[in-house]
């Protein structure tokens, strides 16, 4: 069974950076797509991230240039380093994780841009 747990979350001022990691289990992340993806109160979930099975990244005009999605196969861990925060980016985070047109998510973690 595919498990995701998001982490890194929390309280930055506008301007700031934050890491997330998504660590996987029951899985090898390696050759997988994977993305993260936000949801703020009232809005629909927005995909900020993804890194495609090859390696291909690709992001939406809104972080593009402030976020970077990597992953480190020797730890089975996805990451999202976001830079510039701005109070928008205000949301609960979800990686995600696509094998065998499945897709598994984790359970989010906040991130809350404010000064």
């Known amino acids: 069974q595919v498990q995701l747990v998001e982490s890194g979350g929390g309280l930055v001022q506008p301007g700031g950076s934050l890491r997330l990691s998504c660590a996987a289990s029951?899985?090898?992340?390696?050759?997988?797509?994977m993305g993260w993806s936000r949801q703020a109160p009232g809005l629909q979930r927005e995909w900020v991230a993804f890194?495609?099975?090859?390696?291909?990244?690709n992001y939406p005009d809104s972080v593009k240039g402030r976020f970077t999605i990597s992953r480190d196969n020797t730890k089975n861990t996805m990451y999202l380093q976001m830079i510039s925060l701005k109070p928008e980016d205000t949301a609960v985070y979800y990686c995600?994780?696509?094998?065998?047109?499945?897709?598994?998510w984790g359970q989010g973690t906040q991130v809350t841009v404010s000064s």
């Open positions: 995600s994780l696509t094998q065998d047109d499945l897709t598994t």
């Open positions: 029951g899985t090898i992340i390696s050759g997988k797509t």
């Open positions: 890194i495609t099975s090859g390696g291909r990244t």
